[in-house]
């Protein structure tokens, strides 16, 4: 009641205070000398991430009941990447997700690139995270081809982080989608681990049943490039897969297996031939060669011109032409998660198409990702039709393909609202619900009631949490980062956030890929009494609620 | 004659000023405009050479003037978001604007004269007791709110229209023209005008009613009672005809006022028009298709302020007169 | 949504006939007396009286912080159904109270709208003044300065002005300030022309009176009502603005108003779960303040257009 009273009047204070035309967003000419001073969590607007956003709201309260004072604030996607990523020492703390990728089915990618210590400058360690220890054992495992031997030093490396907490996992979530099953055979639709029913086998495999032979798809951001030497957008990556081939794909099973490849050999642990499967054919009708496989594989790597697909290519010493069909990459290390990582990864195309236009761009400051093709060519099993920016991405079926798809067309429509989507999933207007982040418990309604949809929900390999950054204090300090992360209440998150649908986090290995992670190591309970008893006994002292730096702490900021 | 050249040099005069406006808050407010284009994988060097190729490293007055001879050529840049010129991504949303504002104001000119008609005649009853709140109350709703509404009964619980955008999925047309006169098209714009429309009725409505209080009152229609003519006569006949005149001139001006105003309507209704570009802009930090959807904007406005100009002097003798003396 | 851009756009339009009609009312009487002649005029005042009630005393009212997250037995409170006590209209998604947010939304509607009537008043009004009592450049450069800003579109430089600074409702007031200035100058401005030349204000020439004296003093008074006609119509825009920027995205989610609330209902699929307890009571709580200026407005524009009222 008290606490309540005194919000009240901190609010009407604020008030007037805004009254008299000050704007007091941030007051930190008030602190008093040693105190933390005011926090502002970082959040993906409501409308675009509602579980997140309410996550960040519970976060809030409970931090404050730590001493700390901090408010969220939603904003769009790329005003938060821009402070985030590109402005790294400037912020304290936000909300983050990994999104799940096929590739992403080796738990290599995140472990290594989130937190390995030469990601910090500008790759994805943006929290700024620093640890020999683990540095050594996400190395280790890279070159580790013995499966059990790299499953044990990847479980070390995950209690590393466990114990130092440089993010605070919250959820996997589990990804809900639904398909009109009057349109498409219930069982042609194809559950992948860790991914859902999204995914390139289902686009493949659905079968429709009557007349309605398009797959329409919803989206709830705008596309932002069709390009497959870019990875841009989350709903962008869904079409590049479409259009363009790669030499293996990842299974239903998440094993990386032949697709334009017939098949590949390891030869010793660096060196592997892969032979490109017969009679392939881009979309223009021109044949796929050997050279349009190297060419792939090497123009990241030639320039500055496509830099996102570098890492995954950066460990190939050369590629070398054995016969019209066979090529041999040479590795500078042994990596277990090469095939995954690499060959399923970079996308093939037509090098009478992209040479010219890399041979362009080296004369002009932009890259290969200023770069859009009004018509894009690939050889995948779906050619590009249209692409009506705020409305739709039309693709149809590529007859010519190894593997062609049941359906005649894949469409994909922007519908930025959950309300307006459950509507016309119940409707016929969209019949594969690809993209829902609203509440479950709504969507099993309208099944119940409706019928004909099926709902399919699974695990994501992808994580949401919060993260706080390392290079400003007070958050370089263990024990506060132990402390913030004890706090959260995970149980809560997932049945308030989250309504349920989604499985408490503590590892950027997702319960979805259990081979790799220990799941007792990993346990986590909040407790607000032990957070607090954490931070006494690292000297934070409590001064009227508001929550101060051990004695001769000073608060020193780097950057402006 | 002259007054026009005059009115369209007054014109081009706001046009520039606003142009002028725009140039420097998106270069003074924004910080480094390039942010949102140039991303860290970019190097130092390619950075610059960016900077050099947006003509960003050059003082301010010389960039004012590009920016100006570009503008002037209708050269609005390349969109950040979805490289490609602004100018094709604008021209793919304005026609659906277009037509959604122009709708809408169909029905409430057909709806707002009658009926405000209706209530100059019916003055001083319980007729206009109710009508002027309800009309009042259309007005004063947030436009987004009674889309939903409208959107959560008709479309999510009917289900008798459809629940957002502009055709169905994957939708062909032989051209653009045939798109916008397909019933699937009239289908979906049902739902938006229809929303749009509620709030815009109340305008030539209420002046409609106002109009026809006023010219009542003249000495022409009080001949015209003189005459023993029905009331019914007298208002279809004199009155109307003179009230309309100066409602008809607002329909101009209604449209360059809303086609700033949809953009939380096409937002409710997943409108691929120009208000819903210009918030996806702006919220991406997409600065050369925000400042092209917003001078697009402008210019419907300023152009149809003067179009209303125009049609307000050439349709009323009074104001003409007035002005020369 | 554009009403009140509408209203002001089309004013010289609308009152063409009446702007030079020489009857003005004393300001005082006017103010006082509109509301007692006008059932309408009355009916807003008594709107009014209750919202402002309500926002002045809301610490009381509210039983709730509304933005607390509010926990039941260790669970969230959320989506509670209306009529359960203590909620009178239940809780949000993530266990908000409604009634709470509802009373606390009408302090920031009303700081809202009556700082944007304060401002657009008082600017429209100086300038105004002055260009209408000096004339000569002085008058065509604010003539020419409001043809700009009246060609620059509302609803997009809020978004835009938003998009550059902080989230904040004081980004409306601002955006108010810098565009509908022109619509009262302008209106001022044609009366001040007809005051300057009535008698009084020779006379007052004439005893050597300072020219801000004149203006202050004699000219001002005459205008007043006028003034007060074109704040009252701000008020209802400047809200429905705040409403429709919060409903885009632009507003500030950690404030309480009714837009705000509007947004959270929407995104938080408060239609599909069918809570209109939720999404209904803002919207017409927005309706009756913006119709409650409308019905005082029109108070005063038949006083001071007293043709409309025959």
Known sequence: MIRRKILFTALSLGVSAFAVGALPLASPAMADVGEIRDLTLLARDQGANPQAFQAAQLIAQVWNQLGLKVTVRGMPRLQQSELVWYNRDKWDMTMWQMVGRPERSDPDELLFNLFHSSTTESGYNFIGYKSEEFDKLAEAQRVETDKDKRSDLIKQAQAVLARDQPNMFLVYPKRTFAFDNAIFADDSVVEQSGLGIKNIWSYLGAKPLGDQKDMILNSTDPLNAINPLYISGATDSWVTEL?????????????????????????????????????????????????????????????????????????????????????????????????????????????????????????????????????????????????????????????????????????????????????????????????????????????????????????????????????????????????????????????????????????????????????????????????????????????????????????????? | ??????????????????????????????????????????????????????????????????????????????????????????????????????????????????????LAWKRGTWVEGVGIPTVLATRAAPEFWLGMILLAVFAFNLGWFPSGGANTAGAEFDSELARFLSLDFLWHLILPALSLSLYLQGLPLLLMRSNMLEVMQEEFVTMARMKGLSEWAIIMRHAARNALLPVVTTFALSIGLSVGGNVVVETVFSWPGLGRLLVGAVASSDFPLAQGAFLLITLVLVTMNFVADLLYHTLDPRVSHGSRN | ?????????????????????????????????????????????????????????????????????????????????????????????????????????????????????????????????????????????????????????????????????????????????????????????????TVRERAFIDAARVTGSSTSRIIFQHVAPNILPLSFLYGSIAIGWAILTEASISFLGFGDSNSVSWGVMLQDAFLSQALSRGQYYWFLPPGFCIILVVVAGFFISRGYEEILFPKLRD
């Open chain 1, 243 to 560: 259009i363009w081939d790669r030499l293996l794909r990842i299974s239903p099973e998440g094993l990386a297996e032949p697709w334009a490849a017939e098949s590949f050999e390891w030869l010793d642990q660096t060196t592997i031939d892969v032979v490109l499967r017969e009679g392939m054919k881009w979309h223009d009708g021109m044949p796929v060669t050997v050279e349009d496989v190297v060419f792939s594989f090497e123009v990241p790597n030639v320039g500055d011109e496509v830099p996102m697909y570098k890492p995954f290519v950066k460990n190939i010493e050369s590629i070398e032409i054995i016969d019209d069909r066979t090529v041999r990459f040479k590795l500078n290390n042994p990596s277990a998660a090469f095939l995954t990582s690499s060959l399923a990864k970079v996308n093939l195309v037509p090098k009478h198409i992209w040479q010219p236009v890399i041979d362009d761009l080296a004369n002009r400051p932009e890259n290969a990702e200023s770069y859009q093709e009004d018509l894009p060519i690939g050889s995948g099993p779906f050619k590009f039709v249209r692409w009506k920016q705020q409305e739709e991405v039309v693709l149809a079926r590529n007859p010519e393909h190894f593997s062609p798809p049941q359906i005649d067309r894949w469409i994909i429509r922007i519908v930025s609202n959950s309300e307006a989507t459950i509507s016309m999933l119940r409707s016929g207007e969209i019949n594969f619900l690809a993209d829902y982040n609203g509440d479950p418990e709504i969507l099993k309604d309208v099944a119940a009631k409706d019928g004909d949809i099926s709902i399919v929900s699974s695990t994501d390999i992808g994580f949401q949490y919060a993260t706080v950054n390392q290079r400003r204090p007070p958050f370089d300090d263990v024990a506060m980062r132990r402390a913030l992360s004890l706090a959260i209440d995970r149980d809560l998150m997932v049945e308030a956030a989250w309504n349920g649908s989604a499985e408490v986090a503590n590892s950027p290995v997702s319960t979805a890929l259990a081979f790799w992670r220990d799941d007792d190591a990993l346990a986590i309970s909040a407790n607000l009494e032990e957070a607090k008893a954490l931070l006494k006994d690292a000297g934070y002292r409590l001064i009227d609620g508001r929550l101060h730096y051990p004695e001769g702490v000073e608060e020193t900021l780097v950057g402006p």
């Open chain 2, 1 to 118: 004659m002259l007054r026009v050249m005059n009115r369209l040099l007054h014109m081009v005069f706001v046009l520039w000023a606003v142009a002028t406006i725009m140039f420097f808050m998106f270069r003074l407010m924004t910080g480094n405009p390039l942010a949102a284009y140039i991303d860290t994988n970019f190097t130092i060097e390619q950075q610059q050479a960016l900077m050099a190729q947006f003509g960003l490293d050059k003082p301010l007055w010389k960039q004012y003037i590009i920016y100006m001879g570009n503008l002037l050529q209708g050269e609005l840049g390349q969109s950040f978001f979805y490289r490609k010129p602004v100018g094709e991504v604008l021209m793919n949303a304005f026609p659906n604007t277009i037509v959604l504002t122009m709708g809408a104001l169909v029905i409430a000119y057909l709806f707002g004269i009658p009926v405000g008609a209706y």
């Open chain 3, 1 to 193: 949504m554009a009403a009140a851009t509408e209203d002001l756009a089309l004013a010289p339009y609308i009152y063409r006939r009446k702007s030079v009609r020489k009857r003005v009312l004393s300001a005082l009487h006017s103010l006082v007396a509109v509301p007692m002649r006008d059932p309408f005029a009355l009916a807003g005042v008594a709107i009014y009286a209750v919202f402002v009630f309500v926002a002045i005393f809301a610490n009381q009212i509210a039983p709730y912080d509304p933005l607390e997250i509010l926990f039941a037995d260790g669970k969230l409170a959320a989506n509670i159904a209306p009529l359960t006590e203590p909620h009178i209209l239940g809780t949000t998604n993530l266990g908000r109270d409604i009634f709470s947010q509802l009373v606390f939304g009408t302090r920031s509607a009303l700081i809202i709208g009556l700082s944007a009537a304060f401002v657009v008043a008082t600017l429209g009004t100086l300038v105004g003044l002055l260009a209408g009592y000096f004339g000569g450049w002085v008058d065509v450069v604010t003539m020419r300065v409001a043809d700009i800003a009246l060609g620059i579109p509302f609803l997009p430089f809020v978004i835009v002005l938003a998009a550059f600074l902080d989230p904040s409702v004081w980004n409306i007031v601002l955006a108010m300030a810098i565009l509908l200035w022109p619509n009262t100058a302008r209106v001022v401005r044609s009366q001040v022309l």
